[in-house]
């Protein structure tokens, strides 16, 4: 029997992991990854790693939390293999100046745990909510490689090609699978994808063991440790699309976090990068659809639109994509 | 027939054909329809075969179907598996139908239908006919690999019910015991299919627990956890 043909859109995040699932769930398929951007280029790689499910569009909630949940398990898990997948376990705070809600993924994290006003108040005066739990950070520009290399191995392709629309990976494919992230707003094309524009500082600062995020609308910071650097941001520029680094946005991120955290000012400061967050109105976009190539129908899986939480949701998209795959090549025989 | 079906299964067209006409050149019925062929033309790609090819294999079908007289099971099946390689399930479903009501005995027509049926969106009405199939053969690996597959279409792709674990669980089982009905069909892609497939029902049932088990094949763990379960109705 010949092997069913899985071609992977795109090596980010969402692509690596779609691909690796895949690779494992079924092993009699042939899976090829063709995209125009890898580690250290993606959007991935600019993004903080923390496991939280934030700005998510509005996607189904019981989606979210399952995809959410599956990824804190795979982060886990690599934790455990003792191998440096970049994961961390990371305890925390969020706090703000308007009342909220609990989030309602408060029961997947370790020790989640509400503040009371008057605690909020004693971190600062404007603050009037705020929580504390303790959770995964897992830096992609460690895990991605080593997910590319996973792939590689057990006989997967790596095609380096810029797609101009998602008919081109087709002809050779029995499906395709559409994680290209931003791209998707040209390849599929779904003009609902516009970029949610981030600017990161990177610093050293060994001795920042914590995160701290202010979500408060004109002061939003946040401070996250990664395994080797702590990462300062961040910006929200919808419909932003420049990708170089704005050095005055660089320096009222620094000046923000170090009001934050009065130590970073000391911290040497490695770097900046820009990343489009693949905002998407409508949520994430997993689902199943089909492209014609030389009056061919492929079916398509798409997985994008994960917005703010690419990392979050990874390990639980893929999965997901791996049983739609496994659903659609299953035929009944004769 | 079983040739033409395998080929089928596997999308090569070509041999399929082939086999079909080889089945009437055999039978003492139809022999006279099929022409001699002289040496051995020039060989064809398996996968896709030429329009003209399948149109003469139909032609050869219909004109056996006309000159028998009654229904003739064999013939009609014959022609369920062209239009199946045709891709149009409807006929083919037809054909099933009239080969059942000349021989409602054979579980691999049933088995047929209802493969036709499922992979033409009608995993409903697959269900009772592969259930005949396997009330005749309940050893049938392959249909209840495609029940399996009818259990988890039914469900709209999200939730894998028990039964459908269970139904792929046995299939396996009847494997290892060297029990199929069938002996054409390729073992080890079915077998690797039905791997993979148990692979995907497991995390929906909250079971990765037999990840383990899963990929070290312990057919022997996989059975004892499910017997442990409690479950619907068990497979028929």
């Given amino acids: ?334 | 027939m079983a040739l033409a079906t395998s080929y089928t299964n596997e999308s090569e067209q070509t041999n399929a054909c082939l086999a079909l006409k080889s089945w009437l050149r055999c039978h003492p019925k139809y022999r006279s329809l099929v022409p001699d062929e002289g040496a051995a033309g020039k060989p064809l790609a398996p996968t896709l075969a030429p329009k003209s090819l399948l149109d003469e294999v139909q032609a050869l079908y219909l004109q056996a179907a006309n000159t028998s007289g009654t229904v003739d099971a064999g013939v009609q099946g014959g022609l369920g598996v062209l239009y199946n390689l045709l891709g149009d399930y409807d006929k083919a479903v037809d054909c099933f139908n009239a080969a059942l009501s000349a021989d409602p005995t054979d579980s691999r027509l049933w088995n047929k239908l209802g493969a036709t049926l499922a992979n033409s969106n009608r995993s409903a009405e697959a269900v009772p006919a592969y259930q005949r199939a396997l009330q005749l053969s309940p050893g049938f690996i392959r249909c209840r690999y495609n029940l399996g597959i009818a259990c988890i279409n039914l469900k709209c792709h999200r939730q894998v019910p028990a039964s459908a674990a269970e139904h792929f669980l046995s299939a396996l089982n009847l494997q290892a015991a060297g029990r199929g009905l069938e002996e054409k069909f390729s073992r080890t892609a079915v077998s690797d299919n039905l791997w993979s497939i148990l692979r995907v029902c497991l995390p929906p049932l909250d079971l990765t627990r037999l990840l383990p088990a899963l990929n070290n094949r312990d057919l022997a763990a996989l059975n004892a956890a499910f017997k442990d379960l409690p479950s619907g109705p068990p497979p028929s």
């Fill in chain 1, 1 to 334: 029997m010949r092997p069913t043909r899985v071609v992977v859109v795109g090596a980010g995040v969402a692509g690596l992991s779609s691909a690796v699932a895949v690779l494992e769930q079924l092993p009699h398929c042939s899976v090829t990854v063709i995209s125009d951007s890898f580690s250290p280029d993606t959007t991935g790689d600019v993004a903080a790693g923390l496991w939280e499910p934030f700005l998510v569009g509005n996607s189904n909630e019981k989606d979210i939390l399952k995809w959410a949940k599956g990824t804190w398990d795979q982060f886990h898990q690599w934790f455990q293999s003792g191998e440096e997948w970049g994961v961390r376990m990371v305890p925390g705070h969020t706090f703000s100046d308007s009342p909220s809600q609990i989030p309602s993924w408060s029961n997947i994290p370790a020790q989640f745990l509400e503040y009371s006003m008057s605690e909020c108040q004693q971190i600062s005066p404007c603050y009037v909510f705020g929580y504390s739990f303790t959770t995964w950070v897992a830096q992609p520009s460690i895990f991605l490689p080593k997910l590319k290399a996973i792939v590689e191995e057990k006989g997967g392709k790596i095609i380096n090609r810029r797609l101009k629309s998602l008919d081109e990976a087709a002809p050779d494919a029995d499906v395709v699978v559409n994680c290209s992230g931003i791209g998707a707003r040209v390849l599929v094309p779904d003009l609902s994808v516009v970029p949610v524009r981030g600017q990161v500082v990177r610093v050293r600062a060994p001795w920042v063991t914590s995160f701290l995020i202010d979500e408060s609308k004109s002061t939003h910071a946040y401070i996250i440790p990664n395994t080797d650097c702590v990462v300062l941001g961040g910006t929200l520029d919808e419909g932003e699309w420049d990708l170089t680094v704005n050095a005055d946005t660089a320096r009222q991120i620094l000046k923000r976090c170090c009001e934050l955290d009065p130590s970073l000012k000391d911290a040497e400061v490695l770097g900046s990068a820009v990343g489009l967050r693949p905002y998407r109105k409508a949520g994430v976009r997993l689902e199943e659809d089909v492209v014609m190539t030389s009056g061919r129908a492929v079916p398509v899986i798409h997985n994008y639109g994960h917005s703010g939480c690419g990392v979050t949701l990874m390990w639980g998209c893929a999965r997901d994509v791996a049983s739609r795959v496994a659903t659609l090549v299953m035929k009944a025989a004769l």
